[in-house]
């Protein structure tokens, strides 16, 4: 069965600073991996994904993440974060067998001036 | 805006009662997804539709329910309501097997 770990409940970081969201994943087959953020009182929006290809996927805002299988990762990183980025951050995983999203238990991402 | 829309966005009621809640998808997605999302139990997979057929089932009550229509439109019934189903219900919509993309939530207070 797959399911997703996301280590870090929280993660407080300056603004300008660098920050690395974990995410490990468990499964027997072949993965699609994704980031979503829910910023307060709001929905689910997707940030980025990997479907196949190129491991190191980005998005529009800065955050990119690197499907690594042999560590069965795919940490969310952004150099520079500013106070905007404040928001829960889901990774969830996928495959060819079901379309379901399984998710992780979220990390908080608290950005301070 | 994801094109995903659910209504309504906020709903109160009271234990035993029973609710609906509506989706509809984007434009030219035949996949609908509900998911709920609680403090104790996280971001859970509730059930998916494909053009009107249940595709896959994950952890539903046997009080929960859900159909897609012909117009692509699903509705989510919770029945016999307990404090416990206070949560965020999501309904998400894809291409078959693509990216999904959620809707906003019905907040569900039951009081």
């Known amino acids: 069965a797959q399911s997703v770990t996301q280590l870090d409940s929280q993660v407080p970081v300056f603004e300008e600073a660098p920050v690395e969201l974990r995410c490990n994943y468990s499964?027997?087959?072949?993965?699609?991996l994704f980031w979503y953020v829910q910023y307060p009182n709001q929905g689910l929006q997707l940030l980025l994904k990997?479907?196949?290809?190129?491991?190191l996927v980005e998005s529009i805002n800065g955050f990119e993440a690197e499907f690594n299988k042999s560590q069965t990762s795919f940490h969310l990183r952004k150099p520079s974060v500013h106070i905007s980025d404040t928001a829960e951050y889901f990774c969830?995983?996928?495959?060819?067998?079901?379309?379901?999203?399984?998710f992780g238990t979220g990390t908080r991402l608290q950005v301070f001036p | 805006d994801s094109g995903v829309t659910q209504t309504p966005k906020h709903l109160i009621t009271a234990t035993g009662q029973r609710v609906t809640l509506r989706c509809s998808p984007r434009?030219?997605?035949?996949?609908v997804y509900w998911y709920q999302q609680s403090l104790d139990q996280g971001l859970q997979f509730l059930i998916q539709?494909?053009?009107?057929?249940?595709?896959a089932k994950g952890n539903i009550l046997e009080r929960f329910s859900a159909q897609q229509f012909p117009d692509l439109h699903s509705e989510l019934n919770l029945s016999s309501l307990e404090l416990g189903d206070s949560a965020l219900y999501f309904c998400?919509?894809?291409?078959?097997?693509?990216?999904?993309?959620f809707g906003p939530g019905t907040r569900l207070l039951v009081l």
């Open positions: 499964s027997s087959v072949s993965v699609y």
């Open positions: 998400a919509s894809s291409v078959q097997g693509g990216t999904q993309y």
């Open positions: 990997y479907l196949s290809g190129s491991t």
């Open positions: 969830a995983v996928s495959d060819d067998n079901t379309d379901k999203l399984i």
């Open positions: 539709y494909y053009n009107g057929e249940e595709r």
């Open positions: 434009s030219g997605d035949l996949s």
